[in-house]
Every structure is written in structure tokens, then in C-alpha cells.
């Protein structure tokens, strides 16, 4: 295997006076789709902030395409080329569809100056947002908010995407077409992070999973051997995904 995009080694973060992640290791593969499973408050989110440097590692090192990241500031992050999807969407409900994206695509000035065969190529993953361009993004239904939310992310090129819980509260149809869009993702350069709590969604997915606990990872593999192994997910996860089909 080549070496990875990023690494956490021995990380650990303190929010205020609460220890959250307690030596986190993780490695995620160049190009590939890694998934961050765990029940709730077990650090998934805190991972994906302390990567971002939306919040700082108290302790240990977070390399990107080998350099260290752990002490920049989170616009020196996203230009090196890390777009984080917040579980939150990050979108302004008062602003347009247009110029939600507009304010993502920094090397646009206007709307003119996006690049439109790229634009061209995220309405063919998410229609909804043509059809809705000059929409205040507020009005919006969750699926379509949430769809804005990865687009925004992806309007320029990235070579590593975060993105935290992206199904949570979808409609079936609309987490199918979440699915469809990732995939196509994976098709591209961009290595992806995710964060999920539908684990059918993950296992469809997943090219690599790791899976976190009281803020430390506890297991790492394929996503292929975990789907396989009801009594692996019974014991890191309390439930198997095949009760999620």
C-alpha cells in the first residue's frame, strides 16, 4: 500500500476541561472511502474538527500527504486541499443556492467565473440544486440542504473531503441518491473521510472502516471483513448490519 493521504498518530484533544480523544491512530488510504463508525460520544466528530483544526490536538500529530498539519490554522488546512461537511451542513439559509456555492468556489469572484463544466457535473449528481439555483438555500427541504452542504465542499477540487453523519434524518430515496453521488465521488482523486450511523450506508460504501470507542480507535480493516462478521459488529457496535438492511 502506497502511504496514506493522512495519519493521526497519538492524537489527543481536551475540550476545555473534558479529555475527548485519548491517542487516536488512524491511517486513511489514498483514494479510497474510510468510514468512522462508533456509537454516539465516542470521538467520531471531535476527529474530524481536530483534522480540520477546528479544534487543536492537545497531543500527538496529524500528517497530511506526509507534512504536519497538527498546529496550522484551519484556512491553511482547507487550502492545502481538506473540505469538511459539518454534521450542522455549514450553509447560509438567508443566502441563495448560487451564492452559497459562490462563497465555497474561492477562486471565483462571480457566478460567471465558477467553473462551469465542473458545476455542469454537480447537477448531474444533485439536480435538485439547479432547479432550485436562485432559492434562499433556507427553503430548502433537509435532503436537498444537505446536498448543498457536499457540493459547496466539492465545487473546487479537493484531495481529502470530511464529512460527518451525511444520511442522518434523509428520506430513503434521498439517502439513495446520497449513495449514487458518493460513488461517483470515488471515481475522481478525492479521498474521503465519513463519519455515518447508517451502517447500511457505510457497508455500501466503505472501502476501509475504523472503528472508534472512548475516544480511541479500536478497530481498523476493510469494510468487507466487517460486513462479513455479525459477531465483530455485535461486539464494536452492539448491533450487526444486517439488521440495517
Known amino acids: 500500500m502506497s502511504e496514506p493521504l493522512l495519519q493521526l498518530e497519538g492524537v489527543h484533544t481536551h475540550i476545555g476541561a473534558y479529555h475527548i480523544l485519548h491517542g487516536v491512530d488512524l491511517e486513511v488510504a489514498r483514494g479510497e472511502l474510510t468510514v468512522l463508525l462508533g456509537r454516539n460520544g465516542a470521538g467520531k466528530t471531535t476527529t474530524l474538527r481536530t483534522i480540520m483544526g477546528l479544534w487543536r490536538a492537545s497531543k500527538g500529530c496529524v500528517r497530511f500527504q506526509g507534512e504536519d498539519i497538527t498546529a496550522r490554522?484551519?484556512?491553511?488546512?482547507?487550502?492545502?486541499?481538506?473540505?469538511?461537511?459539518?454534521?450542522?451542513?455549514?450553509?447560509?439559509?438567508?443566502?441563495?443556492?448560487?451564492?452559497?456555492?459562490?462563497?465555497?468556489?474561492?477562486?471565483?469572484?462571480?457566478?460567471?467565473?465558477?467553473?462551469?463544466?465542473?458545476?455542469d457535473w454537480i447537477f448531474g449528481l444533485f439536480p435538485a440544486l439547479k432547479r432550485f439555483w436562485q432559492y434562499p438555500a433556507g427553503l430548502l427541504s433537509g435532503g436537498q440542504k444537505q446536498m448543498l452542504a457536499v457540493a459547496r465542499a466539492i465545487i473546487e477540487p479537493r484531495h481529502l473531503l470530511l464529512v460527518d453523519e451525511p444520511s442522518k434524518g434523509l428520506a430513503p430515496a434521498i439517502i439513495q441518491n446520497m449513495i449514487a453521488a458518493f460513488?461517483?465521488?470515488?471515481?475522481?482523486?478525492?479521498?474521503?473521510?465519513?463519519?455515518?450511523?447508517?451502517?447500511?450506508?457505510?457497508?455500501?460504501?466503505?472501502?476501509?472502516?475504523?472503528?472508534m470507542d472512548g475516544g480511541r480507535i479500536v478497530h481498523a480493516g476493510t469494510m468487507a471483513a466487517l460486513a462479513g462478521d455479525e459477531a465483530l459488529q455485535q461486539r464494536l457496535l452492539g448491533l450487526s448490519l444486517a439488521s440495517h438492511q
Open 73 to 119: 490554522r484551519t484556512p491553511e488546512i482547507a487550502r492545502a486541499g481538506i473540505a469538511y461537511v459539518p454534521e450542522n451542513m455549514g450553509i447560509f439559509s438567508d443566502l441563495t443556492v448560487r451564492e452559497n456555492m459562490l462563497l465555497a468556489a474561492r477562486s471565483a469572484g462571480r457566478a460567471e467565473d465558477m467553473d462551469r463544466e465542473r458545476l
Open 183 to 211: 460513488r461517483e465521488l470515488k471515481q475522481t482523486d478525492t479521498t474521503i473521510l465519513l463519519v455515518e450511523q447508517n451502517f447500511n450506508f457505510a457497508r455500501q460504501l466503505g472501502d476501509q472502516v475504523a472503528v
